[in-house]
């Protein structure tokens, strides 16, 4: 009999490190596009130049690093992480396309429980296409692309709600309990002309939409676009808008 473990490895990053990512991201010339004046586009990054004769040790950027031993069974197997989450004592690791599972750990590597599962019932996903932390509540919600729906649950596992989704998303992050900013790839109809090919919204609670934004350009000779296009990290929005070379920081106000 073979057993597998999975290992999980925490860092911790020095000042020096944040501060570097910031000023990658603030510090790019401003670009204008077609947004509202609820969405300000902050800046863009087409080219990033690696200088390779440049060695930095690792000690000098890491402050903290350890090793966190996942309980493994027969029924809790990791194929791949998708997308990790950290909130209070609880690790969630989300695996979309091989476990097709979202499980919940503790700081030790302690299996807790997981959150939802495949199948087509009322509190059941068809698949997981994107999870994202609602701040304030600190629920989960699950984009389910196939229903159009975004499923809500505690950290327990226990179903809350599901809200409908207007069209057919491919990320979305809570901006707080009610309003999100969502993206899609490519031009799914959206039901409103209006909107045809535009691939960055913001909702309000009841899923209408306040503003929308990045027109898809379709560059013939574009062969390859971002999945994950929209990314959270505490109160800053990045986005990657589909058949484009840039990164870009998006404010939300309110």
Request: glycine share 6%.
């Amino acid at each position: 009999m073979y057993r597998t473990h999975t290992m999980l490895t925490i860092i911790h990053m020095k000042q020096y490190f944040l501060t570097f990512s910031i000023f990658l991201f603030v510090c790019c010339a401003k670009q204008k596009d077609n947004l509202t004046n609820q969405l300000v586009f902050n800046g863009n990054i087409d080219t990033i130049k690696i200088d390779t004769t440049n060695f930095i040790q690792a000690k000098h950027i890491i402050s903290n690093l350890k090793i966190i031993k996942l309980e493994t069974t027969s029924s809790i197997l990791i194929g791949g992480i998708d997308k990790l989450l950290s909130v209070e004592d609880k690790i969630i690791i989300i695996d979309k396309r091989k476990a097709q599972n979202i499980f919940v750990f503790d700081t030790t590597g302690q299996y807790l429980n997981s959150i939802g599962k495949i199948g087509r019932g009322p509190t059941e996903y068809i698949g997981i296409d994107d999870v994202t932390l609602i701040p304030e509540t600190n629920h989960i919600g699950v984009l389910d692309r196939g229903t159009k729906k975004i499923k809500i649950f505690d950290l327990k596992g226990k179903f809350i709600r599901s809200e409908d989704t207007p069209f057919y998303l491919n990320n979305i992050e809570y901006l707080n309990q009610h309003q999100k900013i969502g993206s899609l790839i490519g031009r799914y109809p959206n039901g409103t002309e209006k909107y045809s090919g535009y691939s960055l919204f913001t909702f309000d609670k009841n899923w209408e939409i306040i503003n929308y934004a990045f027109k898809d350009p379709f560059k013939p000779n574009f062969k390859f676009t971002s999945i994950n296009t929209l990314k959270k990290y505490n109160n800053h929005i990045f986005y990657t808008p589909p058949f484009e070379n840039l990164i870009c920081e998006i404010d939300f106000i309110d």
